[in-house]
């Protein structure tokens, strides 16, 4: 167990929907980050936010978007689904987001688009 | 051109074989490799961590950067069927940089 909670496991939607995927940092870590992963295209770094702050963006598309709290949990927020988006989704936390910094995933949230 | 390039695999070995995972990169400046395991259904974890040139050694694994070559390998010695897991490596320039990725090679260590 790493440490670092995501909520839910698993999700089911419709294409064109909207869903909020949520992550809990390990204790003491100020950086989220947010991956994407899929059979094809392995795994894909979205976004990190470190202490509330947008630190790096990857590859992530306008319909995306995320935020972290003042209690450092984080949110990504994911509108006009389409059937590509069906993904693992993937938080990971370190403690100061650094890129030498060891980065503990979550479990994931599985996501699937019908 | 991808920065990182690895072999999806799958890697197909008899269990206590000798594994060799191998990353190419293109960027000279990458001084920052690291080694990911990711078991089925779960998220990766930190398996190695090497910085510049030179090998690491941690029990049956053993990371080597060889920097002239802009290539990096993950040993696995006496391989057990538990190694069956992707193997991903990152690599950064240094820590106010991002880390890439690379694709992920699948291993499966028969028994």
């Known amino acids: 167990d790493s440490g670092v909670t995501q909520t839910p496991k698993h999700l089911i939607t419709a294409t064109g929907q909207r869903v909020t995927l949520r992550c809990s940092p390990r204790?003491?870590?100020?950086?989220v980050y947010w991956y994407q992963q899929s059979l094809d295209q392995g795994l894909q770094f979205l976004i990190q936010?470190?202490?509330?702050?947008?630190?790096a963006k990857g590859n992530i598309l306008e319909r995306f978007s995320a935020q972290q709290f003042p209690d450092l949990h984080s949110e990504l927020n994911l509108s006009s689904l389409e059937l590509g988006d069906s993904a693992l989704y993937f938080c990971a936390s370190s403690v100061e987001g650094g890129s030498t910094d060891t980065q503990y995933f979550g479990p994931g949230t599985r996501l699937t688009v019908l | 051109q991808k920065e990182v390039e690895q072999d999806p695999g799958p890697l197909s070995v008899p269990e206590g074989a000798i594994v060799s995972l191998n990353c190419t990169y293109s960027?000279?400046?990458?001084?920052?490799f690291m080694w990911y395991r990711q078991y089925s259904r779960k998220g990766p974890e930190l398996l190695m961590y090497t910085y510049s040139s030179g090998n690491k050694e941690d029990g049956r694994f053993t990371a080597q950067v060889d920097k002239s070559s802009k290539y990096i390998s993950l040993f696995i010695r006496d391989s057990q069927p538990s190694d069956s897991a992707t193997y991903l490596c990152a690599m950064s320039e240094d820590s106010n940089y991002q880390l890439i990725w690379g694709a992920g090679t699948k291993l499966i260590i028969k028994p």
């Open positions: 204790s003491g870590d100020l950086s």
């Open positions: 960027n000279s400046a990458f001084q920052y």
């Open positions: 936010y470190y202490n509330g702050e947008e630190r």
